[in-house]
């Protein structure tokens, strides 16, 4: 158990991060926790699935999900993709990002484009767990967001990667 959480990654939004997540709440399995791997590409893509849902709910759509459903429950197939709400999704890694005590190695990778509210989550580590190495890769405008990062004085090692492609306006 020491070594299957002493490394986790939230990459991708699925059952397994949800899982995950889960489990994290128990702080005996969170202080098995050393080092972290954060891409917060999966935020953004929420935010566009929960705008999208918005925008095609209607009595046709919601007729459709219906017939759908009914379907599966004919051929006792049940559909697996299973929906995740961004409030839901924040609240537990905000949960599980405070529980960290033993977290030493935090890496943020977050080139994707930026996102619409600043992730406040990405800074709870930095706040709540005794990091001495950060690596950061991101695009300078999702670096700038990032500003300031609280924990400077307490690392022994910062590595810094800056990605092409961000949209500066004229700065």
């Known amino acids: 158990m020491e070594q299957r959480y002493r ?3 939230f990459t991708y939004l ?3 991060m949800m899982r995950l997540l889960w489990r994290l709440k128990d702080p005996n399995v969170a ?3 050393r080092i972290l791997h954060m ?3 999966f935020i953004k893509e929420l ?6 849902a918005s925008e095609t709910d209607s009595v046709f759509s919601l007729f459709a999900r219906h017939k759908k459903l009914l379907a599966c429950r004919a051929t006792k197939t049940h559909p697996r993709r299973r929906s995740y709400t961004l409030d839901a999704v924040v609240m537990n890694l905000v949960t599980v990002l405070r529980g960290l005590p033993n977290l030493s190695e935090y890496h943020i990778a977050w080139v994707s484009p930026t996102l619409p ?3 406040s ?7 709540h767990s005794p990091i001495t190495r950060l690596s950061l890769e991101m695009t300078l405008e999702n670096l700038e967001r990032l500003h300031p990062v609280p924990c400077i004085r307490k690392l022994s090692e910062l590595d810094l990667f800056l990605r092409p492609g961000h949209t500066l306006d004229g700065r």
């Not at 935010?47 to 999208?52: G, R, V």
């Not at 989550?121 to 706040?127: D, E, H, I, K, S």
């Open 14 to 16: 699925g059952p397994k």
């Open 121 to 127: 989550f990405l800074t709870m580590p930095l706040l």
């Open 31 to 33: 202080k098995r926790v």
């Open 7 to 9: 490394q986790i990654s």
């Open 39 to 41: 891409h917060p590409h």
């Open 117 to 119: 509210a600043y992730p």
């Open 47 to 52: 935010i566009d699935a929960e705008s999208m």
